[in-house]
């Protein structure tokens, strides 16, 4: 089972996986399981072109900027990569979640939910009770969140980036996703708060 399924291939679910991923020598991280669906066939960051995101050059375009930024997660050989494919179910189950994707089934012991706030989300089972409008959406587009309470829909299971109902800017997706990523290594830390800078 892994220690942790992170979904969703944006800049929260990215942020997530970096911040981990460089305190991956702490103690406490050092037998952590933890791998990375990528998938995200609707994400908005793919036809943008960014002109005001902290750190990067204006005219970045933003598939540019997924493409380099998976690229430096994988460098840390920390994250491990499963196949891109679409969620189709999660359940709880043994104390975790099983995950169930078009072709393949993972159980981990906790899940951050990173998939983004287009209709699609509608369709993967076990999250219609979670399911709420996106609020944050300009008029008249549907698009959806899931009810949470900072970044936790219940225990074991988070979500971030536009699926936490933030605004559609990437400075802040990527926020929440370092967020979700320190508030899991302090509950592995038990419970003290930590956090990572490389120097």
Known sequence: MLDLLIIGGGPAAISCGLVLSSAKEKEYMQHKK????????ARDLDVAVLNNLFGVPSNTKGKELIASELERLNSFNFVEQLPQNPIEEISE???????KT????????????????????????????????????????KKFALTNNNLQIKEGLYVAGLTSDC???????????????V?????????????????
């Open 183 to 199: 508030q899991l290594m302090t509950k592995w830390n038990n419970g003290t708060f930590d956090h990572h800078h490389d120097k």
């Open 34 to 41: 933890v791998a990375m669906i990528a998938y995200n066939k």
């Open 93 to 99: 189950k043994d104390g975790g979640f099983e995950v």
């Open 167 to 181: 605004e559609s800017q990437a400075a802040i997706a990527s926020g929440t996703g370092a967020v979700v990523a």
């Open 102 to 141: 078009a072709e393949n089934t993972y159980l981990a012991k906790e899940v951050v939910l990173a998939i983004g706030h287009s209709p699609k989300i509608e369709k993967i089972k076990g999250l219609n009770t979670y399911l709420t409008p996106h609020t944050k959406s300009l008029e008249g587009q």
